[in-house]
Protein backbone atom coordinates (compact mmCIF):
# COMPACT_ATOMS: atom_id res chain seq x y z
CA UNK A 1 0.00 0.00 0.00
CA UNK A 2 2.83 2.26 0.89
CA UNK A 3 4.25 1.97 -2.57
CA UNK A 4 1.08 2.23 -4.50
CA UNK A 5 0.80 5.88 -2.64
CA UNK A 6 4.31 6.86 -3.22
CA UNK A 7 3.49 5.86 -7.18
CA UNK A 8 0.20 7.67 -6.98
CA UNK A 9 1.60 11.08 -5.40
CA UNK A 10 4.39 11.16 -7.75
CA UNK A 11 2.09 10.48 -10.82
CA UNK A 12 0.04 13.42 -9.90
CA UNK A 13 3.27 15.53 -9.46
CA UNK A 14 4.94 14.44 -12.99
CA UNK A 15 1.19 15.27 -14.65
CA UNK A 16 1.22 18.67 -13.02
CA UNK A 17 4.74 19.20 -14.20
CA UNK A 18 3.95 18.85 -17.47
CA UNK A 19 0.81 20.67 -17.70
CA UNK A 20 3.09 23.54 -15.99
CA UNK A 21 5.85 22.91 -18.91
CA UNK A 22 2.66 23.10 -21.73
CA UNK A 23 1.42 26.69 -20.40
CA UNK A 24 5.70 27.41 -21.08
CA UNK A 25 5.51 26.25 -24.66
CA UNK A 26 1.95 28.01 -25.53
CA UNK A 27 4.36 30.82 -24.21
CA UNK A 28 6.46 30.63 -26.46
CA UNK A 29 4.28 29.86 -29.30
CA UNK A 30 2.59 32.69 -28.60
CA UNK A 31 5.70 34.56 -28.85
CA UNK A 32 6.48 33.15 -32.40
CA UNK A 33 3.19 33.02 -33.87
CA UNK A 34 3.78 36.74 -35.25
CA UNK A 35 7.52 35.80 -36.68
CA UNK A 36 5.56 32.46 -38.09
CA UNK A 37 2.95 34.81 -40.21
CA UNK A 38 5.71 37.25 -40.87
CA UNK A 39 7.82 34.40 -42.62
CA UNK A 40 4.61 33.31 -45.02
CA UNK A 41 4.09 36.46 -45.77
CA UNK A 42 7.80 36.64 -46.88
CA UNK A 43 8.08 33.84 -48.61
CA UNK A 44 4.90 33.89 -50.45
CA UNK A 45 6.03 36.23 -53.30
CA UNK A 46 8.72 33.96 -54.16
CA UNK A 47 6.01 31.20 -55.30
CA UNK A 48 3.85 33.21 -56.54
CA UNK A 49 1.34 33.47 -54.65
CA UNK A 50 0.14 36.62 -51.46
CA UNK A 51 0.78 39.17 -54.29
CA UNK A 52 -1.00 42.56 -54.73
CA UNK A 53 -1.00 45.68 -53.29
CA UNK A 54 -2.89 44.10 -50.03
CA UNK A 55 -0.49 41.61 -49.60
CA UNK A 56 2.40 44.45 -49.58
CA UNK A 57 0.24 45.97 -47.01
CA UNK A 58 0.23 43.45 -44.71
CA UNK A 59 3.90 42.38 -45.18
CA UNK A 60 5.11 46.04 -44.35
CA UNK A 61 2.76 45.82 -41.32
CA UNK A 62 3.45 42.56 -39.74
CA UNK A 63 7.17 42.20 -40.34
CA UNK A 64 8.07 45.21 -37.84
CA UNK A 65 5.50 43.94 -35.64
CA UNK A 66 6.84 40.80 -35.57
CA UNK A 67 10.09 41.59 -35.04
CA UNK A 68 9.12 43.49 -31.82
CA UNK A 69 7.24 40.92 -30.10
CA UNK A 70 10.03 38.73 -30.97
CA UNK A 71 12.54 41.31 -28.99
CA UNK A 72 9.99 41.97 -26.41
CA UNK A 73 9.74 38.09 -26.07
CA UNK A 74 13.76 37.66 -26.28
CA UNK A 75 13.63 40.33 -23.25
CA UNK A 76 11.57 38.87 -21.25
CA UNK A 77 12.73 35.34 -21.55
CA UNK A 78 16.32 36.75 -20.71
CA UNK A 79 15.06 38.69 -17.47
CA UNK A 80 13.41 35.34 -16.48
CA UNK A 81 16.60 32.75 -17.48
CA UNK A 82 19.01 35.64 -15.55
CA UNK A 83 17.18 36.77 -12.83
CA UNK A 84 18.08 35.39 -9.33
CA UNK A 85 15.08 33.52 -7.31
CA UNK A 86 15.30 34.35 -3.85
CA UNK A 87 17.23 31.81 -1.25
CA UNK A 88 17.35 31.29 2.29
CA UNK A 89 20.16 32.87 4.34
CA UNK A 90 21.66 29.85 5.78
CA UNK A 91 24.88 28.88 7.26
CA UNK A 92 26.11 26.19 4.69
CA UNK A 93 28.23 23.19 6.48
CA UNK A 94 30.52 21.41 4.74
CA UNK A 95 30.98 17.92 5.44
CA UNK A 96 33.94 18.08 6.44
CA UNK A 97 32.68 20.06 9.56
CA UNK A 98 29.88 18.01 9.86
CA UNK A 99 31.18 14.35 8.98
CA UNK A 100 28.53 12.06 11.11
CA UNK A 101 25.63 14.24 10.04
CA UNK A 102 26.21 13.89 6.50
CA UNK A 103 26.84 10.00 7.05
CA UNK A 104 23.67 9.89 8.68
CA UNK A 105 21.48 12.06 5.81
CA UNK A 106 22.98 9.45 3.10
CA UNK A 107 22.27 6.40 5.18
CA UNK A 108 18.33 7.75 5.58
CA UNK A 109 18.45 8.31 1.56
CA UNK A 110 19.27 4.56 1.23
CA UNK A 111 16.77 3.24 3.26
CA UNK A 112 14.58 5.75 1.17
CA UNK A 113 15.62 4.41 -2.22
CA UNK A 114 16.35 8.54 -3.29
CA UNK A 115 19.28 10.40 -4.56
CA UNK A 116 20.77 12.05 -0.84
CA UNK A 117 20.64 16.13 -0.53
CA UNK A 118 23.91 17.81 -2.24
CA UNK A 119 24.77 19.95 0.55
CA UNK A 120 23.43 20.27 4.19
CA UNK A 121 22.83 24.33 5.67
CA UNK A 122 21.33 25.30 8.63
CA UNK A 123 18.58 28.01 9.92
CA UNK A 124 18.01 29.82 12.51
CA UNK A 125 14.10 28.52 12.37
CA UNK A 126 12.12 25.68 13.71
CA UNK A 127 11.74 24.54 10.16
CA UNK A 128 13.52 22.08 7.59
CA UNK A 129 13.10 21.70 3.81
CA UNK A 130 14.81 21.13 0.94
CA UNK A 131 16.06 24.28 -1.57
CA UNK A 132 16.91 24.02 -4.95
CA UNK A 133 20.09 26.23 -5.79
CA UNK A 134 20.75 25.68 -9.33
CA UNK A 135 19.57 29.08 -10.20
CA UNK A 136 21.78 30.97 -7.57
CA UNK A 137 24.73 31.79 -10.76
CA UNK A 138 23.17 33.86 -13.86
CA UNK A 139 22.61 31.71 -17.10
CA UNK A 140 20.43 28.91 -18.04
CA UNK A 141 20.02 26.24 -15.58
CA UNK A 142 23.36 23.81 -14.96
CA UNK A 143 23.85 20.72 -17.74
CA UNK A 144 22.60 17.40 -15.73
CA UNK A 145 25.62 14.75 -14.57
CA UNK A 146 25.80 11.51 -13.51
CA UNK A 147 24.81 11.37 -9.59
CA UNK A 148 27.55 10.43 -7.55
CA UNK A 149 25.96 10.55 -4.52
CA UNK A 150 25.84 7.38 -2.03
CA UNK A 151 21.99 6.18 -2.51
CA UNK A 152 21.63 7.05 -5.94
CA UNK A 153 24.25 4.63 -7.78
CA UNK A 154 21.59 2.01 -8.42
CA UNK A 155 20.86 3.34 -11.74
CA UNK A 156 24.02 4.73 -12.99
CA UNK A 157 22.82 4.75 -16.77
CA UNK A 158 19.76 7.30 -15.75
CA UNK A 159 21.30 11.54 -15.79
CA UNK A 160 19.20 13.52 -12.19
CA UNK A 161 19.80 17.28 -11.96
CA UNK A 162 21.53 18.47 -9.19
CA UNK A 163 20.09 17.33 -5.83
CA UNK A 164 18.50 20.18 -3.79
CA UNK A 165 20.14 21.44 -0.42
CA UNK A 166 18.56 19.93 2.68
CA UNK A 167 17.96 22.86 5.31
CA UNK A 168 17.92 21.74 8.82
CA UNK A 169 16.17 24.09 11.69
CA UNK A 170 19.17 24.72 13.73
CA UNK A 171 17.26 24.44 16.87
CA UNK A 172 16.45 20.91 15.84
CA UNK A 173 20.54 19.97 16.17
CA UNK A 174 20.69 21.18 19.51
CA UNK A 175 17.18 20.17 20.97
CA UNK A 176 16.80 16.76 19.34
CA UNK A 177 18.12 13.76 19.98
CA UNK A 178 20.07 12.04 16.51
CA UNK A 179 17.05 9.51 16.57
CA UNK A 180 14.30 11.99 16.68
CA UNK A 181 16.11 13.96 13.81
CA UNK A 182 16.42 11.34 12.11
CA UNK A 183 12.77 10.58 12.02
CA UNK A 184 11.91 14.13 11.44
CA UNK A 185 14.03 14.36 7.98
CA UNK A 186 12.72 11.23 6.63
CA UNK A 187 9.73 12.97 4.83
CA UNK A 188 12.04 15.70 4.09
CA UNK A 189 14.83 13.78 2.85
CA UNK A 190 12.44 11.43 0.56
CA UNK A 191 11.15 14.44 -1.17
CA UNK A 192 14.85 14.38 -3.26
CA UNK A 193 13.47 11.60 -5.00
CA UNK A 194 10.72 13.04 -6.62
CA UNK A 195 13.10 16.31 -7.57
CA UNK A 196 15.28 14.30 -9.50
CA UNK A 197 12.61 14.17 -11.90
CA UNK A 198 13.58 15.98 -15.43
CA UNK A 199 10.03 17.13 -15.95
CA UNK A 200 8.97 18.25 -11.85
CA UNK A 201 12.73 19.60 -11.92
CA UNK A 202 12.24 21.54 -15.45
CA UNK A 203 8.77 23.05 -14.24
CA UNK A 204 10.20 23.80 -10.63
CA UNK A 205 13.06 26.07 -12.55
CA UNK A 206 10.60 27.63 -14.50
CA UNK A 207 8.75 28.82 -11.94
CA UNK A 208 11.34 30.27 -9.71
CA UNK A 209 12.11 32.21 -13.00
CA UNK A 210 9.17 33.65 -13.29
CA UNK A 211 9.02 34.56 -9.39
CA UNK A 212 12.33 36.17 -9.72
CA UNK A 213 11.67 38.29 -12.85
CA UNK A 214 8.45 39.37 -11.15
CA UNK A 215 10.94 40.53 -7.70
CA UNK A 216 13.28 42.44 -10.80
CA UNK A 217 10.33 44.02 -12.11
CA UNK A 218 9.36 45.60 -8.83
CA UNK A 219 12.76 46.32 -7.30
CA UNK A 220 12.55 50.31 -6.37
CA UNK A 221 15.01 52.88 -6.96
CA UNK A 222 15.37 52.46 -10.33
CA UNK A 223 15.38 54.89 -13.84
CA UNK A 224 11.93 55.78 -15.89
CA UNK A 225 13.56 53.93 -18.59
CA UNK A 226 14.36 50.42 -16.80
CA UNK A 227 10.56 50.32 -15.13
CA UNK A 228 8.89 51.50 -18.51
CA UNK A 229 11.09 48.00 -19.67
CA UNK A 230 10.55 46.27 -16.58
CA UNK A 231 6.91 47.17 -16.55
CA UNK A 232 6.06 44.57 -19.49
CA UNK A 233 8.19 41.59 -18.12
CA UNK A 234 6.64 41.97 -14.68
CA UNK A 235 3.20 41.76 -16.53
CA UNK A 236 3.95 38.66 -18.51
CA UNK A 237 5.57 37.11 -15.71
CA UNK A 238 2.72 37.28 -13.90
CA UNK A 239 0.15 36.34 -16.39
CA UNK A 240 2.41 33.29 -16.71
CA UNK A 241 2.48 32.95 -12.77
CA UNK A 242 -1.40 33.42 -12.55
CA UNK A 243 -1.79 30.45 -15.17
CA UNK A 244 0.52 28.09 -13.47
CA UNK A 245 -0.55 28.48 -9.93
CA UNK A 246 -3.20 25.79 -10.10
CA UNK A 247 -0.96 22.86 -11.81
CA UNK A 248 2.07 24.46 -9.59
CA UNK A 249 0.09 23.84 -6.13
CA UNK A 250 -1.27 20.45 -6.96
CA UNK A 251 2.29 19.38 -8.33
CA UNK A 252 3.83 20.79 -4.92
CA UNK A 253 1.28 18.47 -3.06
CA UNK A 254 2.07 15.53 -4.87
CA UNK A 255 5.49 15.95 -4.15
CA UNK A 256 4.44 16.03 -0.31
CA UNK A 257 2.51 13.41 -1.08
CA UNK A 258 4.66 11.02 -2.49
CA UNK A 259 7.57 11.92 0.42
CA UNK A 260 5.08 11.29 3.32
CA UNK A 261 4.28 7.79 1.70
CA UNK A 262 7.77 6.75 1.46
CA UNK A 263 9.07 7.93 4.52
CA UNK A 264 6.41 6.01 6.50
CA UNK A 265 8.71 2.77 6.50
CA UNK A 266 11.28 4.59 8.87
CA UNK A 267 11.17 5.39 12.03
CA UNK A 268 7.39 5.92 12.36
CA UNK A 269 7.09 5.30 16.00
CA UNK A 270 9.48 7.16 16.63
CA UNK A 271 8.22 10.39 14.71
CA UNK A 272 5.78 10.54 16.16
CA UNK A 273 7.64 11.91 19.16
CA UNK A 274 9.84 14.16 17.68
CA UNK A 275 7.00 15.68 16.10
CA UNK A 276 6.03 16.87 19.87
CA UNK A 277 9.23 17.82 20.24
CA UNK A 278 9.42 19.66 16.91
CA UNK A 279 6.18 21.62 18.43
CA UNK A 280 8.32 22.19 22.14
CA UNK A 281 11.30 23.68 20.26
CA UNK A 282 9.54 26.11 18.29
CA UNK A 283 7.95 27.35 21.57
CA UNK A 284 11.25 27.48 23.57
CA UNK A 285 13.31 29.20 20.20
CA UNK A 286 10.13 31.52 20.18
CA UNK A 287 10.47 32.47 23.68
CA UNK A 288 14.25 32.76 23.70
CA UNK A 289 14.37 35.39 20.84
CA UNK A 290 11.70 37.64 21.79
CA UNK A 291 12.42 37.74 25.97
CA UNK A 292 16.15 36.97 25.54
CA UNK A 293 17.96 37.67 22.50
CA UNK A 294 15.82 40.77 21.31
CA UNK A 295 17.09 43.26 24.86
CA UNK A 296 20.88 42.12 23.78
CA UNK A 297 19.88 42.91 20.05
CA UNK A 298 18.56 46.15 20.95
CA UNK A 299 21.64 47.58 22.31
CA UNK A 300 23.95 46.16 19.91
CA UNK A 301 25.25 42.79 21.41
CA UNK A 302 23.93 39.46 20.20
CA UNK A 303 24.29 36.10 22.03
CA UNK A 304 26.48 34.00 20.71
CA UNK A 305 24.97 30.19 21.55
CA UNK A 306 21.49 30.79 21.06
CA UNK A 307 21.17 27.24 20.05
CA UNK A 308 22.47 26.07 23.76
CA UNK A 309 19.95 28.85 25.04
CA UNK A 310 17.26 27.08 23.39
CA UNK A 311 18.55 23.79 25.58
CA UNK A 312 18.51 25.90 28.33
CA UNK A 313 14.90 27.32 27.95
CA UNK A 314 13.57 24.16 27.37
CA UNK A 315 14.89 22.39 30.22
CA UNK A 316 13.43 24.94 32.13
CA UNK A 317 10.36 24.36 30.66
CA UNK A 318 10.41 20.83 31.62
CA UNK A 319 10.84 21.49 35.36
CA UNK A 320 8.07 24.36 35.58
CA UNK A 321 5.50 22.58 33.52
CA UNK A 322 4.03 19.02 34.68
CA UNK A 323 3.19 18.09 30.83
CA UNK A 324 6.61 18.68 29.85
CA UNK A 325 8.33 16.35 32.55
CA UNK A 326 9.16 13.70 30.48
CA UNK A 327 10.88 15.32 28.52
CA UNK A 328 14.17 15.81 30.63
CA UNK A 329 14.61 12.07 30.66
CA UNK A 330 15.78 12.33 27.05
CA UNK A 331 18.40 14.62 28.01
CA UNK A 332 20.31 11.45 28.80
CA UNK A 333 20.42 10.33 25.01
CA UNK A 334 22.87 11.60 22.70
CA UNK A 335 22.29 14.89 21.13
CA UNK A 336 22.17 15.86 17.53
CA UNK A 337 24.67 18.23 17.65
CA UNK A 338 27.36 15.38 18.52
CA UNK A 339 27.26 15.15 14.72
CA UNK A 340 28.90 18.03 14.59
CA UNK A 341 32.85 18.50 14.66
CA UNK A 342 32.81 21.82 16.20
CA UNK A 343 28.94 22.82 17.63
CA UNK A 344 29.97 26.15 19.42
CA UNK A 345 31.38 27.64 16.11
CA UNK A 346 28.36 26.10 13.92
CA UNK A 347 26.09 27.99 16.76
CA UNK A 348 27.91 30.82 16.45
CA UNK A 349 27.41 31.82 13.10
CA UNK A 350 23.76 30.41 13.15
CA UNK A 351 22.95 32.96 16.08
CA UNK A 352 24.69 35.85 14.13
CA UNK A 353 22.89 35.28 11.45
CA UNK A 354 19.61 34.95 13.80
CA UNK A 355 20.47 38.11 14.79
CA UNK A 356 20.59 39.70 10.85
CA UNK A 357 17.25 38.27 9.87
CA UNK A 358 15.13 39.05 12.82
CA UNK A 359 16.99 42.23 13.70
CA UNK A 360 19.34 43.37 11.42
CA UNK A 361 22.78 44.65 11.81
CA UNK A 362 26.22 44.65 10.30
CA UNK A 363 27.97 41.10 8.97
CA UNK A 364 30.34 40.88 11.91
CA UNK A 365 31.20 42.21 15.23
CA UNK A 366 32.36 45.50 15.43
CA UNK A 367 32.68 48.26 18.14
CA UNK A 368 29.10 48.37 18.19
CA UNK A 369 27.82 44.63 17.64
CA UNK A 370 29.51 42.31 19.70
CA UNK A 371 28.82 38.69 20.70
CA UNK A 372 28.19 37.84 24.45
CA UNK A 373 28.59 34.47 25.91
CA UNK A 374 25.42 33.23 28.45
CA UNK A 375 28.16 33.65 31.57
CA UNK A 376 28.51 37.28 30.91
CA UNK A 377 24.77 38.25 29.71
CA UNK A 378 23.58 39.51 32.88
CA UNK A 379 26.71 41.78 33.80
CA UNK A 380 27.10 42.70 30.08
CA UNK A 381 23.11 43.21 29.01
CA UNK A 382 20.76 43.01 31.63
CA UNK A 383 22.96 45.52 34.30
CA UNK A 384 24.22 47.53 31.16
CA UNK A 385 20.66 47.82 29.99
CA UNK A 386 18.81 48.82 32.96
CA UNK A 387 21.34 51.77 33.75
CA UNK A 388 21.06 52.86 30.09
CA UNK A 389 17.63 53.12 30.45
CA UNK A 390 17.41 54.90 33.84
CA UNK A 391 20.20 57.09 32.65
CA UNK A 392 17.63 57.87 29.60
CA UNK A 393 14.97 58.77 31.90
CA UNK A 394 16.33 61.24 34.28
CA UNK A 395 17.92 62.89 31.44
CA UNK A 396 14.12 63.62 29.65
CA UNK A 397 12.83 64.95 33.40
CA UNK A 398 15.82 67.27 32.87
CA UNK A 399 15.24 67.81 29.59
CA UNK A 400 11.47 68.35 31.04
CA UNK A 401 12.74 70.88 33.67
CA UNK A 402 10.93 68.56 36.26
CA UNK A 403 12.66 68.73 39.91
CA UNK A 404 12.13 67.12 43.19
CA UNK A 405 8.87 67.93 44.43
CA UNK A 406 8.79 70.36 47.70
CA UNK A 407 8.81 68.22 50.38
CA UNK A 408 9.07 64.96 48.52
CA UNK A 409 11.21 62.55 50.00
CA UNK A 410 14.11 63.24 46.74
CA UNK A 411 14.49 66.98 47.36
CA UNK A 412 17.40 66.97 49.55
CA UNK A 413 19.48 64.83 47.49
CA UNK A 414 21.10 65.60 44.01
CA UNK A 415 22.26 62.63 42.53
CA UNK A 416 19.28 60.59 40.39
CA UNK A 417 17.10 59.11 42.94
CA UNK A 418 13.91 56.61 42.40
CA UNK A 419 12.38 59.30 44.81
CA UNK A 420 12.09 61.99 42.16
CA UNK A 421 10.78 59.60 39.48
CA UNK A 422 7.79 58.56 42.01
CA UNK A 423 7.48 61.90 43.44
CA UNK A 424 6.51 62.96 39.28
CA UNK A 425 4.50 60.30 38.67
CA UNK A 426 2.65 61.04 41.75
CA UNK A 427 -0.88 62.29 40.79
CA UNK A 428 -1.20 64.95 43.30
CA UNK A 429 -4.04 67.30 42.20
CA UNK A 430 -2.71 70.38 44.11
CA UNK A 431 -0.04 70.82 41.87
CA UNK A 432 -1.33 68.66 38.73
CA UNK A 433 -3.24 71.98 36.98
CA UNK A 434 -0.55 74.53 37.31
CA UNK A 435 2.52 72.20 35.91
CA UNK A 436 0.83 70.20 32.98
CA UNK A 437 1.14 73.51 30.63
CA UNK A 438 4.88 73.94 30.96
CA UNK A 439 5.54 70.47 30.86
CA UNK A 440 3.19 69.98 27.63
CA UNK A 441 5.40 73.12 25.96
CA UNK A 442 8.53 71.42 27.20
CA UNK A 443 7.89 68.37 25.42
CA UNK A 444 6.56 70.20 22.58
CA UNK A 445 10.25 72.09 22.32
CA UNK A 446 11.73 68.55 22.40
CA UNK A 447 9.66 66.81 20.08
CA UNK A 448 10.29 70.46 17.68
CA UNK A 449 14.24 69.70 18.34
CA UNK A 450 13.89 66.07 17.21
CA UNK A 451 11.58 66.34 14.41
CA UNK A 452 14.13 66.80 11.80
CA UNK A 453 16.31 63.85 12.24
CA UNK A 454 12.94 61.60 13.01
CA UNK A 455 12.28 62.54 9.65
CA UNK A 456 15.14 61.83 7.47
CA UNK A 457 15.46 58.44 5.78
CA UNK A 458 17.50 55.35 6.67
CA UNK A 459 20.48 55.22 4.54
CA UNK A 460 21.79 52.58 6.36
CA UNK A 461 20.97 48.83 5.29
CA UNK A 462 21.91 47.29 8.40
CA UNK A 463 19.59 49.01 11.21
CA UNK A 464 20.75 48.13 14.61
CA UNK A 465 17.96 48.82 16.59
CA UNK A 466 14.27 48.36 16.18
CA UNK A 467 12.57 51.59 15.21
CA UNK A 468 10.39 53.35 18.12
CA UNK A 469 7.01 54.62 17.81
CA UNK A 470 5.78 57.75 16.71
CA UNK A 471 5.51 60.26 19.21
CA UNK A 472 2.06 61.29 18.55
CA UNK A 473 0.24 58.30 19.92
CA UNK A 474 -2.40 59.31 21.34
CA UNK A 475 -4.41 56.70 21.57
CA UNK A 476 -1.59 54.91 23.53
CA UNK A 477 -1.33 57.41 25.78
CA UNK A 478 -4.99 58.28 26.46
CA UNK A 479 -4.97 56.03 29.60
CA UNK A 480 -2.09 57.15 31.95
CA UNK A 481 -1.90 60.15 33.99
CA UNK A 482 -0.98 63.47 32.12
CA UNK A 483 2.76 63.04 34.19
CA UNK A 484 2.67 59.87 32.62
CA UNK A 485 1.84 60.91 29.22
CA UNK A 486 4.28 63.32 29.10
CA UNK A 487 7.19 61.58 30.19
CA UNK A 488 6.29 58.66 27.94
CA UNK A 489 5.89 61.07 24.96
CA UNK A 490 9.52 62.80 26.36
CA UNK A 491 10.81 58.70 25.85
CA UNK A 492 9.64 58.78 22.94
CA UNK A 493 11.04 61.33 21.47
CA UNK A 494 14.77 61.04 22.84
CA UNK A 495 14.47 57.50 21.61
CA UNK A 496 13.75 58.49 17.89
CA UNK A 497 16.73 61.09 18.33
CA UNK A 498 19.08 58.80 19.60
CA UNK A 499 18.03 56.60 16.77
CA UNK A 500 18.38 59.17 13.91
CA UNK A 501 21.77 60.01 15.02
CA UNK A 502 23.17 56.05 15.59
CA UNK A 503 21.76 55.97 11.91
CA UNK A 504 22.70 59.04 10.28
CA UNK A 505 26.70 58.35 12.03
CA UNK A 506 26.92 54.93 11.02
CA UNK A 507 28.40 54.60 7.17
CA UNK A 508 26.83 54.26 4.25
CA UNK A 509 29.08 51.89 2.87
CA UNK A 510 27.58 48.12 3.39
CA UNK A 511 30.35 45.75 4.44
CA UNK A 512 30.34 42.03 3.03
CA UNK A 513 27.10 40.55 2.42
CA UNK A 514 28.61 37.22 3.59
CA UNK A 515 27.85 36.23 7.56
CA UNK A 516 31.25 36.19 8.50
CA UNK A 517 31.84 32.86 10.93
CA UNK A 518 35.05 32.91 13.44
CA UNK A 519 38.29 32.02 12.32
CA UNK A 520 38.56 28.49 11.31
CA UNK A 521 35.13 27.69 10.92
CA UNK A 522 34.01 25.28 8.64
CA UNK A 523 30.75 26.85 7.74
CA UNK A 524 29.98 29.63 6.12
CA UNK A 525 26.93 31.54 4.22
CA UNK A 526 26.72 32.24 0.37
CA UNK A 527 26.66 35.84 -0.08
CA UNK A 528 24.45 35.60 -3.60
CA UNK A 529 21.76 34.07 -1.63
CA UNK A 530 20.36 36.99 -0.35
CA UNK A 531 19.72 41.03 -0.54
CA UNK A 532 21.53 42.60 3.30
CA UNK A 533 19.09 45.66 1.95
CA UNK A 534 16.08 44.03 3.23
CA UNK A 535 17.13 43.32 6.72
CA UNK A 536 15.41 42.22 8.94
CA UNK A 537 13.26 39.97 7.27
CA UNK A 538 11.77 38.65 9.93
CA UNK A 539 11.10 41.13 12.45
CA UNK A 540 10.31 39.53 15.89
CA UNK A 541 8.26 41.88 17.69
CA UNK A 542 6.25 45.59 16.64
CA UNK A 543 7.82 48.45 17.49
CA UNK A 544 7.12 49.43 21.92
CA UNK A 545 4.60 51.90 22.26
CA UNK A 546 4.91 54.90 24.26
CA UNK A 547 3.10 53.34 27.60
CA UNK A 548 5.23 50.33 27.22
CA UNK A 549 8.74 51.85 26.56
CA UNK A 550 7.73 54.26 30.43
CA UNK A 551 6.79 50.77 32.24
CA UNK A 552 10.14 49.56 30.85
CA UNK A 553 12.03 52.53 31.88
CA UNK A 554 10.62 52.94 35.41
CA UNK A 555 11.10 49.32 35.82
CA UNK A 556 14.81 49.75 35.02
CA UNK A 557 14.78 52.37 37.77
CA UNK A 558 13.52 50.21 40.18
CA UNK A 559 15.81 47.86 39.20
CA UNK A 560 18.91 50.09 39.47
CA UNK A 561 18.04 51.47 42.66
CA UNK A 562 17.14 47.96 44.48
CA UNK A 563 20.74 46.60 42.90
CA UNK A 564 22.61 49.64 44.52
CA UNK A 565 20.94 49.86 47.96
CA UNK A 566 19.66 46.22 48.66
CA UNK A 567 22.13 44.28 47.46
CA UNK A 568 19.94 42.67 44.48
CA UNK A 569 21.54 41.68 41.25
CA UNK A 570 20.96 41.10 37.10
CA UNK A 571 19.68 37.85 36.63
CA UNK A 572 18.64 35.67 33.30
CA UNK A 573 15.69 33.75 33.37
CA UNK A 574 15.84 31.70 30.04
CA UNK A 575 11.73 32.00 29.65
CA UNK A 576 10.97 35.19 30.64
CA UNK A 577 14.41 37.07 29.84
CA UNK A 578 16.33 39.88 32.06
CA UNK A 579 15.40 39.21 36.19
CA UNK A 580 16.40 41.22 39.04
CA UNK A 581 17.48 38.74 41.99
CA UNK A 582 16.92 39.30 45.63
CA UNK A 583 19.04 37.31 48.39
CA UNK A 584 19.79 34.63 45.30
CA UNK A 585 16.28 34.30 44.53
CA UNK A 586 13.97 36.06 41.77
CA UNK A 587 11.47 39.04 42.46
CA UNK A 588 8.36 38.60 41.72
CA UNK A 589 4.99 40.89 41.31
CA UNK A 590 6.26 44.27 40.18
CA UNK A 591 4.79 44.99 36.57
CA UNK A 592 1.81 45.54 38.17
CA UNK A 593 2.31 48.03 40.86
CA UNK A 594 4.74 49.97 38.13
CA UNK A 595 1.43 49.91 35.72
CA UNK A 596 -0.50 51.39 38.85
CA UNK A 597 1.63 54.01 39.66
CA UNK A 598 1.84 54.99 35.51
CA UNK A 599 -2.28 54.75 35.09
CA UNK A 600 -3.57 55.56 38.21
CA UNK A 601 -0.98 57.92 39.70
CA UNK A 602 -0.58 55.85 42.93
CA UNK A 603 2.27 54.94 44.28
CA UNK A 604 1.17 52.96 47.14
CA UNK A 605 1.47 49.48 46.03
CA UNK A 606 4.83 50.18 44.73
CA UNK A 607 6.56 51.83 47.93
CA UNK A 608 5.27 49.06 49.90
CA UNK A 609 7.41 46.40 47.50
CA UNK A 610 10.60 48.73 47.72
CA UNK A 611 10.02 48.76 51.78
CA UNK A 612 9.46 44.94 51.92
CA UNK A 613 12.95 44.29 49.53
CA UNK A 614 14.53 46.67 51.73
CA UNK A 615 15.46 49.29 48.53
CA UNK A 616 15.91 52.82 49.37
CA UNK A 617 14.49 55.11 46.67
CA UNK A 618 15.83 58.31 48.43
CA UNK A 619 19.65 57.01 47.75
CA UNK A 620 21.17 57.72 44.53
CA UNK A 621 22.18 55.39 41.46
CA UNK A 622 24.94 54.82 39.40
CA UNK A 623 23.82 55.20 35.73
CA UNK A 624 25.25 54.39 32.31
Known amino acids: ?100 LYRMVRDLADRLEVPAPSAIALTPDCDSWLEDRTHRAHGPPPAEHHDEIAGAGRHPHRRHPVAPVLVIGSPFLWWMRVGELRAVLAPVVAG ?62 GVAAAAAERAQAVDYGLRIVAQEQVGLAYAGWDRLLTRVALPAWRMGRWPSRLDAGVVAALTELSRRDRLAEGFASRLGERPACDLLEEPGTIDEAASLLAAR ?55 DTGGPTLSRVLDHLTDRTDHLTDRTDRLTGRIDDLTDQTSHLTDRPDHTPFPARSPEPPLDDEEDLSGPTPHSAALAAGLSAELAREEAAATTGRSTASASCAVSPPTGSQTHSDPALWDDRDLPLFPLQPPRTARELLADHLTAMVCCAAMDTADATPGLDWLDGPTLLHNGERTADLTPKVLTLIEEGDPTPLRAWLAELGIRPEKPVRLA
Open 192 to 253: TGPSAHPDIAAARRFIRGLDAAVAVASAPHRGPVSRGALAGVGWAARLLLRGCRVPAGEMER
Open 357 to 411: LFHGGPAGPGPDWSPVGWSEYPDEVVDRKWRIDAARLHRVLDAMGVRPAPGGAAS
Open 1 to 100: MTGMGVEVGAQVARARALMVLRIRSRALAVALLPAAVAVILLVGPATGRLVGPGWDAARWVVTPLAALVLLAAAGVALVIARARPAMSPTVTIAEEAAPD
